[in-house]
């Protein structure tokens, strides 16, 4: 490039920046209004932008909908106002105040993007900083995102390309041009291309701090043009949207459908809080008009058509620039104690990150170190988990959590066995045993079985189980055999038992290291030491219940506890009770303790006491061989009744408590990490790419946070001395 070029190129540059200088200053309404964009802008330049929500004028709508027209009458710039196919990647404007007026393009590559394909999109503004003019700058950007228009090639992009405009009187703000919506795919752009550019709107309206300008053509039915929707969806107060409608003077005067925009800006439609606009933006036949011409053309078209009905400040682009200054000048000032707090939090958020990830580490010793440290913490968490002590901010609980009982493993096994003795209770026992003028709880028929048939098995088990003891009596092992047929659920139910706390513990585990380790150190100590440590706990543990279960199943009942007896008692007499009630009041209408409470001598028949006798003294006449078999099966039951509280218990401390629960804090105590050797330590405490790259990625944007708290510390410190000025003055 010879020097008259290079100085020519220079000076399009210089008046393309002060003409975007001249036409956005309408933004700025006073020295507070400069400095709160300044500081905005502080921000962005910081690179605060990236991660918190800044404010900034998005423009959004179909396609075709005037929204780049509407852009570069907002802006001056000369965006790409083609028909048809238009704006294929959003491009952000930055205005910022600078010495000297100048120009620079680059583009912001999208997440999706691999190394390569960054690094050559971050050489884009030096190939395309001496453009002649706009329009070659949006051309070259499309070619540098791979949009070539050739078969094959891509339609539209989420890479941003960004233009930044220093002048010394611009304003300090972004306006954001985005593709348009569209809903039926051609030969030009696929479903797929509407789904993306919907994702990509979307995206930026969700930007709780953006200013949603809505763009509705009047020349296209209102219902075939969604971006409304979306804005009152995402933005249901309407507080940062404003809808403007543009081409107006492309519809028939005196139609139904100029009467339907007239309602509609007239907010008796569609009710945006801050209302709607109107713009009569460049047609193609008006294309090369200056911008002069196109503001006096606006200004005839509304001054001699039914749209000068409304009021003035609804019309045309001076006032819009207006009412878009005010919103974003409301925005900015309720949008800065929220952006302050965001930075706060992002600071807070990457240091938290930093301290699980560590610092780096490349020898035996910070690897070493490193583990040491977590196994310290880890040690310390899980220990309060197991007592229950909850002071941590990691065991902190809300309304709805999730995840509260995988955090509080006391609560969690304590919720568990509760659940395990209640199961045990219930479907503990292989048959239930009912009365014979009873009723069974159980629904199943194969799960129960009447006393009356069940002492007929009982007869035969002590036919069976017949050993030197005299007729009429039973051989003590009958109860042990009864027993040991009863308790067989016990065996999968307290299986299922020992997986549900090694599941507890498991998870406890995960949450705790996942909270203090980084997901590469955490994905290696849970596959690489902590699981196969807990693999090994739960194995001692199903040896214990083993052990435990042996005992009820192998040997024959023992007990000197004397529940037993008065078990025994309890049955016997309950049943003894309920059959002499039985015929009582059969004989006699009410039961034996009714009638001897309440009924006089000469109430009772004489006769009907007889056969309350008679038939007692055959109810209760001695028969040997039943009663052998109806005490075996009560001492069983009882015996149960015994065995199962014991057995519960058992399982909760001798094999829970001790075989794992109180074992947990020496999984990956700082002990064990002491006695790995240099194997272990390479293999647990080493740090893979992803952690560098991201370690350095946390870094950095703990510099960017802490350098924009530190301009928005400096800003909040001007404001109050501003304001305590203005009051001693004004005083």
Known sequence: MTRKQTNASAKM?????????????????????????DIVDSLRSHGVSHYVDLPQIIVCGSQSSGKSSTLESLSGIAFPTAEGLCTRFATELILRRGDKPEIKV???????????????????????????????????????????GTEGSKIFSTDVLRIESTSPSAPNLTLVDLPGLFGASDKNQSDDDATLVQELVVSYMRQR?????????????FANQPVTKFARDIDPSGTRTLGLITKPDKIDRGSDSERYYIELVQNLNVKLSLGWHVLRNRSHATAD?????????????????????????QLGVASLRGRLRDVLWKQIQTGLPGVKADVQYGIKDCRIKLAQLGKARSTKREKHTYLQRISSDLSKLVQAAIDGVYADRFFESFPGQQDAYERRLRAHVQKILSEYAEKMRIDGHAL???EDDLQPTRTSRGRYVMRERYLEEVKDLMAECRGRELPGTYNPLVVGDLFSRQCKPWEEITQNLVEQIHEAAAKNFNKIVSEICD??????????????????????????VDELLDCHLSIHPITYNDYLTGTVQEIQTQRHDRKCDELSEFRCGDTIENLM????????????????????KAATRPNVEEYSASLASDVAAAYYQVALKKFIDDISVNAIETCLIRRLPDVLSPNVVWDLDDED?????????????????????LAVLEEGLRDLDAFTSRSNTRTVSRKYLSG
């Open 681 to 701: 330590v390479e293999r647990l405490g080493s740090e893979d790419d992803g952690t560098v790259k991201e370690r350095a990625d946390l870094l950095k944007k």
């Open 432 to 434: 239930e045993i009912v």
């Open 597 to 616: 409470g309440g009924v006089k001598d000469d109430d009772l028949d004489c006769s009907d006491l007889i056969s309350l006798i008679r038939d007692l």
């Open 106 to 148: 680059h583009i912001q590559p999208s997440a999706n993007r691999s190394d390569e394909e960054r690094a050559r999109l971050a050489a884009f503004a030096g190939k395309t900083k001496d453009q002649d003019d706009f329009p070659n700058i949006i051309e070259a950007a499309k070619e540098a995102m791979g949009l070539t």
């Open 289 to 313: 008009d200056t911008i002069e011409e196109r503001d006096e053309r606006e200004a005839e078209f509304f001054a001699d058509s039914v749209w000068g009905s409304i009021d003035s400040s």
């Open 13 to 37: 540059t210089i008046d393309l920046a002060e003409d975007i200088s001249q036409k956005t200053s309408g933004f700025i309404q006073s020295n507070d209004h400069r400095d709160l964009l």
């Open 519 to 544: 997901k590469n150190t955490t994905s290696r100590l849970m596959a690489g030491h902590i699981q196969p440590a807990l693999h090994r706990l739960r194995q001692d543990l199903k040896d214990k």
């Open 209 to 221: 701090r953006s200013i949603i300008l809505a763009v509705v053509a009047a020349d296209n039915p």
